[in-house]
Nanobody, 115 residues
Framework: QVQLVESGGGLVQPGGSLRLSCAASGIIFSIYAMGWYRQAPGKQREYVARITSGGTTTYADSVKGRFTISRDNAKNTVYLQMKRLKPEDTAVYYC?????????WGQGTQVTVSS
């Protein structure tokens, strides 16, 4: 059974930083690409970043240069380092993995950027 558990969210002031973690179980973590998405109140879920099994990374334009996705295969964990946070980054952040054609999601972690 695939399970993804996000953590690390919280309240941060504009310009601040947070690091999100997503611990995966039930899969051979090292062979899968992992992604981060987010959903703000009243908006659709949107893509944030992705990292392949080989470590290649891609980012949404809105976070490029501020967010960094990384992975630790020994810990079955993917990270999202977020810097220079803006109020518009406020959202629930989800990690995901596509297994056998089906996207699996965690429960999400709330990030609130506010003074």
């Amino acid at each position: 059974q695939v399970q993804l558990v996000e953590s690390g969210g919280g309240l941060v002031q504009p310009g601040g930083s947070l690091r999100l973690s997503c611990a995966a179980s039930g899969i051979i973590f090292s062979i899968y690409a992992m992604g981060w998405y987010r959903q703000a109140p009243g908006k659709q879920r949107e893509y944030v970043a992705r990292i392949t099994s080989g470590g290649t990374t891609t980012y949404a334009d809105s976070v490029k240069g501020r967010f960094t996705i990384s992975r630790d295969n020994a810990k079955n964990t993917v990270y999202l380092q977020m810097k220079r946070l803006k109020p518009e980054d406020t959202a629930v952040y989800y990690c995901n993995v596509e297994v056998s054609g089906t996207f699996r999601w965690g429960q999400g972690t709330q990030v609130t950027v506010s003074s």
